[in-house]
């Protein structure tokens, strides 16, 4: 059962909902996301892009910015090299539609995951060469290809790298690739206030310096929508300059005139204005899609295209992708939790599994959601050409990849941070690396019970419409910007049905106090499902399913939204118990 909590700070609340015309309950959150002065709540509620930091602080920006501008005069052809994922592809384009936009020559590559890997390679440069470019430049990659940017300089080309990556170190030193310009707020000697940024983020600082210092100012707004979904895609905190380039990218992706996503978003039919959970939950995965199952160029293809009707084609192979590797997902997952409810796996405090037809690019996915599901470390390895490999998600007091290199003599390659890693191995190696992670496992009981955090108790009566609509103002929402989330305590289940392609979704009747809610459970076994299971036993939830239970209680933690078929506000059930 995970751990309710939440903070306590002293506030004058009221003073707060007078100056900005909210609720008390909105004026709590504001300041349980750390906001306790005028000066930060007045940023965090009304970002603009006049608030952006001067883009020229960042070590070698300028320096990028003007070679660029060099050989865009002189006709240079300039190779962007992104990566497979969608801050990868969403970047390339930033770089290549911003120096074609300038005039310049531009071509570009995007590695394949499995044929390729990750970031830049030796051959890449040759091939660059070859074809007669005179310039390369990385986005999202590049910090740690050291060997191929010396290759690059071997062969007489200019090197530049953009990349938001951590810089490799050794013997506590940096180890900076030997490139005529290195843009990473990352590095030791950058200066810059904002260190978060993405590699899209990053490309559309450097393409907005070259309109602003070739008289195109305000040209970098087409781009904004892109460096948005690179944002919230690629995970990083939306606070400080990555809530900036969110909140403006979705007001012009309302305007987006690029005919690859106006016909992404007809494809995935949306009815009401996008949000940032849409970019990340909807927008995104089709464009990572297709670099796990396909090519990650189609993603870029879709951007680039000229023509509506091959846009819409492009598209909708986009959606159908995602809707595979949907289905691969699910059958991995299913897979994976028949592995652990048959077995005795759960004994152990990091989870590692073997399913053999898992496609690999999924293989992160599906360790994400067994991590979800059991809380514990988990590790999902499949079977490959090349031998086993296996990518692996962590808990907070788990660092992955510390832990694998602890490990080291087992694997072949591995990689990471904290919460997530990948790695390669021989199969003879599969057992002796579940023992030794488990055997060096130092997490205690406390740290495998799951705690989630919630703003404020706040009966279902009391969250009226124009609560629901304050609420948005502290959008966008994700990483480092959760969206609310609020405790009830003593409800009444009434009703449920359930409904989805797999009945993980139950449309619930809630009763608090002498009124009934509607309320929705997207993972019903995970959340109503525990807690009617922990109170009243498993037949009162087969019974609640089938349409024969009685009003069972329940405390549950929710997030309200308004329902846009009928403008009543409904609760999305997060957790119960």
């Not at 300038?102 to 074809?131: N, T």
């Not at 070259?210 to 979904?229: D, K, N, T, W």
């Not at 790695?423 to 992670?437: C, H, K, T």
Request: proline residues 3%; hydrophobic residues 40%; contains cysteine.
């Amino acid at each position: 059962m995970r751990q309710w909590v939440t903070k306590r700070y002293q506030a004058d609340l009221q003073k707060i909902a007078e100056r900005y015309q909210i609720s008390d309950i909105v004026a709590e959150v504001l300041v349980k996301r750390g906001l306790f002065d005028w000066n930060a709540m007045d940023r965090y509620l009304f970002p603009d892009e006049d608030a952006l930091y001067d883009t020229a602080q960042m070590k070698d920006m300028q320096k990028a910015a003007f070679i660029l501008r060099q050989k865009i005069d002189e006709g240079k052809l300039i190779k962007v090299i992104g990566d497979y994922d969608v801050d990868g592809v969403m970047s390339t384009y930033i770089l290549y539609r911003g120096i074609t936009l300038l005039g310049g020559k531009a071509g570009y590559r995007i590695p394949h995951r499995v044929q390729d890997g990750y970031g830049m390679r030796s051959y890449m440069a040759e091939e660059a060469a070859e074809e007669g470019y005179d310039t390369i430049i990385t986005c999202d990659n590049g910090i740690s290809a050291v060997p191929a940017v010396k290759r690059v300089k071997e062969l007489g080309l200019t090197m530049i790298v953009t990349d938001h990556h951590e810089v490799p170190r050794e013997d506590g030193k940096e180890v900076l690739p030997p490139a005529d310009a290195i843009v990473n707020p990352k590095q030791e000697a950058c200066g810059y206030p904002f260190q978060e940024l993405c590699g899209a983020g990053i490309a559309y600082k450097l393409v907005s310096l070259l309109f602003e210092e070739s008289g195109m100012a305000g040209y970098e707004r087409e781009l904004l929508p892109f460096a948005a979904i690179a944002t919230v895609c690629d995970v990083v905190p939306l606070f400080d300059e990555n809530r900036i380039l969110v909140k403006s990218g979705l007001e012009c992706l309302e305007q987006c005139h690029n005919l690859g996503m106006r016909a992404l978003i007809d494809a995935l039919q949306f009815h009401r204005k996008i949000n940032a959970g849409d970019l990340g939950f909807r927008i995104g995965p089709c464009i990572n899609a297709a670099g796990r199952l396909d090519d990650a160029v189609l993603g870029l293809e879709l951007l680039l295209e000229q023509d509506a009707g091959c846009a819409r084609e492009k598209a909708m192979r986009l959606v159908a992708l995602n809707e595979e590797r949907k289905d691969y997902t699910a059958k991995a997952v299913r897979e994976a939790v028949a592995q652990i409810e048959n077995g005795e796996m759960l004994k152990n405090h990091v989870l590692v599994i073997y399913i053999e037809d898992c496609h690999e690019s999924v293989a992160g996915i599906v360790a994400g959601r067994i991590r979800e599901k059991y809380y514990r470390p988990t590790l999902i390895v499949t079977k490959t050409k090349e031998g086993l490999k296996g990518s692996a998600r962590s808990i907070p007091g788990y660092h992955m990849q510390q832990e694998l290199n602890h490990c080291r003599e087992l694997l072949k390659e591995y990689g990471g941070h904290a919460m997530a890693a990948g790695f390669s191995l021989e199969s003879e190696n599969l057992i002796p690396l579940r023992q030794a992670l488990n055997n060096h496992c130092s997490l205690s009981e406390e740290e495998l019970i799951e705690k989630i955090s919630f703003d404020r108790e706040v009966p279902l009566g009391e969250m009226q419409e124009s609560v629901v609509q304050q609420l948005a103002y502290l959008e966008p929402f994700g990483q480092g910007n959760q969206e609310p989330v609020f405790a009830k305590r003593d409800l009444a289940v009434v009703s449920l049905s359930l409904c989805g392609k797999e009945n993980q979704i139950a449309r619930v009747q809630l009763r608090d106090g002498m009124r009934v809610y509607r309320g929705v459970d997207f993972q019903c076994e995970l959340h109503l499902g525990e807690g009617i299971r922990g109170r009243y036993g498993d037949k009162a939830w087969e019974e609640l399913k089938a349409g024969r239970g009685r009003d069972y209680e329940v405390d549950i933690l929710y997030q309200p939204e308004i329902n846009q078929m009928f403008g009543n506000v409904e609760f999305r059930i997060i957790d119960c118990r």
